[in-house]
């Protein structure tokens, strides 16, 4: 996976996790509890998912790298370079 | 035998809840219950061709859709469930009614502070204080889990009765402490009451138990009803597993059990190490009445009553079958719906003395449930309407009746005075769910069930 498709790849976590949300606006550098409502119990969603999609583990000590958009391509890049995007599951 | 990731015990509404969570990130999960039907404290029964609720009064904590940040909102999203789903219609409204104070709340909050405006006009800078600290408080991260709202409503109010009139429903909605509440748990429950309110699923109980039941099935959950547990077993203080009813034993990483901390215990055999006063004693009665007519009909327009028929309020284990002085009525017709119910309905809870009742066998118990019901309305009718003019059918149950079908010790709805909000046991892998977790009411149970299913069966170690 690219880092845009690593992008598309959380967005496409969160809208399942929080359907309500309105994605189309995400700025990426900011961070994502600022910018949409999102809560402790929200981001372990966004781990489990990961886990779930694409076997990345993402300890609890290391959630605080899923706190904006480019934070999460940063951190997940090396972990998911070898995955294939999986949208809409 | 399969191994599991995770064993529930309990299908009420935290082991249902926590069961989703698990199977949601493909956990091996199973729930085992006694009863034959889900639900615990929360069911239904059918009786004379009707179907009846049992731990519904009200739903609190209404949120209307999308509203942010709220219990009710963050349970749907864990959960993955629809606003629309659980087809809520709103309360007219509720009320608190003394011999001589009558205060009414709803879903606006407004209602509420202009009631107690007008009776209490003095105690005004008080209660702006309280609204504010109970807004702000952390609330689930308590320091002090034993400092009771009474001692801290003192400090905000120099009227008693309007200390009183908040005492009445805190307490009736969810404490197991004599006369008194934890005052993390007033806050909490503050909050569903007043800022939030008071709703009712279409339908009742049962299509919400129904939506979580399915839910979790579909997600591939196994559900086994008439399997009771008889042994939580472990070794070294670690769980191993348990043993059913009939003698087969399920291996487990963990368990999380909604059965209470002192019946928890008991399953894993270290009863002796049990406390008395973190024994659950308080009970109640209810009776059911069916009736021709619709309540608003007669004038009862609230959707819940909570009353006491004198200034001070008593909440602590009578010394007879019930107490008659204080309760709660409600009606499920009271609230918003997109077609009337086809009858009228109307409850009547009472405080009651679990071995009082367990003492009674075959008729004199029969005989008892129809003498206390007449006693309980000779008081509640003075707050709410006689139902019996337009009686069609009526039911009621005891603490026995809350004993056999919860299997909680004492009949105690409201389980240990002691709770452990951390879920933790002395065994490791074994925690607890559900009431003696701490969290109250249908949508607490609920947060029970996903919170302590994400901290120790899905926060990676």
């Known amino acids: ?89 | 035998m399969p191994h599991y990731d995770t064993i529930l015990i309990g299908a009420g509404m935290s082991g249902l809840a926590a069961g989703i969570r698990l199977a949601q990130f493909d956990q091996r999960v199973v729930v085992l219950e006694r009863h034959y039907l889900w639900g615990g404290l929360n069911s239904f029964y059918k009786r004379g061709g009707r179907r009846f609720d049992v731990g519904l009064h009200a739903l609190t904590n209404y949120a209307s859709k999308g509203e942010r940040g709220l219990p009710l909102t963050r349970m749907l999203r864990q959960l993955r469930i629809r606003h629309e789903e659980l087809r809520l219609g709103e309360q007219r409204f509720s009320e608190i009614a003394f011999p001589d104070l009558r205060l009414r709340f709803s879903n606006e909050f407004e209602l509420f502070e202009s009631e107690v405006r007008r009776a209490f006009p003095g105690q005004m800078d008080g209660f702006a204080r309280l609204v504010r600290d109970v807004r702000e408080a952390e609330a689930f991260t308590p320091d002090d889990t034993n400092l009771g709202a009474r001692a801290v409503l003192a400090a905000y109010f120099d009227e008693p009765l309007l200390i009183e009139a908040l005492m009445l429903p805190m307490c009736y909605y969810g404490s197991a402490r004599r006369d008194d509440i934890d005052w993390y748990q007033f806050i909490i429950l503050f909050r569903s009451f007043f800022f939030e309110g008071f709703s009712r699923p279409e339908g009742g109980i049962q299509p919400l138990l129904e939506l979580l039941r399915k839910r979790y099935v579909d997600l591939g959950g196994e559900l086994r009803m008439r399997c009771g547990v008889e042994a939580i077993l472990h070794a070294n203080g670690k769980l191993t597993g348990v043993r059913l009813d009939d003698g087969t034993e399920l291996t487990a990483d963990r368990v999380l059990s909604s059965a209470g901390y002192v019946e928890t215990m008991r399953l894993a055999g270290l009863e002796d190490t049990v406390q008395d006063a973190e024994r659950g004693q308080l009970s109640f009665t209810e009776a059911i009445f069916v009736m021709d007519t619709e309540p608003a009909a007669h004038g009862h327009e609230a959707a819940v009553t909570f009353f006491n028929d004198a200034p001070d309020f008593r909440y602590r284990v009578p010394d007879g079958l019930i107490d008659t002085r204080s309760g709660v009525i409600c009606s499920p017709n009271n609230y918003a719906a997109s077609e009337p119910l086809p009858e009228g309905i109307l409850r009547y809870t009472n405080l009651a003395r679990f071995d009082a009742w367990d003492a009674l066998e075959g008729a004199d118990y029969e005989r008892a449930k129809h003498k206390q019901v007449e006693a309980a309305l000779a008081v509640a009718t003075r707050y709410g309407m006689d139902p019996r003019p337009h009686e069609v059918f009526r039911d009621s149950f005891t603490p026995i009746t809350v004993r056999r079908f919860t299997g909680h010790d004492q009949g105690a709805v409201y389980g240990s005075p002691v709770k452990r909000l951390d879920g933790a046991t002395c065994i490791d892998g074994l925690h607890l769910m559900g009431t003696d977790q701490g969290m109250l009411g249908v949508i607490g149970a609920v947060l029970s069930g996903i919170s302590m299913a994400n901290r120790h069966a899905l926060v990676p170690r």
């Open chain 1, 1 to 89: 996976m690219t880092r845009e498709e690593i992008i598309l790849a959380i967005k496409d976590i969160i809208s399942t996790i929080a359907p309500d949300e309105d994605l189309a606006g995400l700025t990426e550098d900011k961070r994502l509890r600022d910018q949409i409502e999102l809560d402790s119990m929200d981001f372990l969603d966004i781990v489990m998912e990961l886990r779930k999609r694409y076997g990345v583990q993402v300890p609890e000590e290391e959630y605080g790298e899923l706190a904006s958009l480019t934070s999460c391509a940063n951190y997940l890049l090396p972990k998911m370079a070898d995955k294939e995007l999986r949208v809409g599951v």
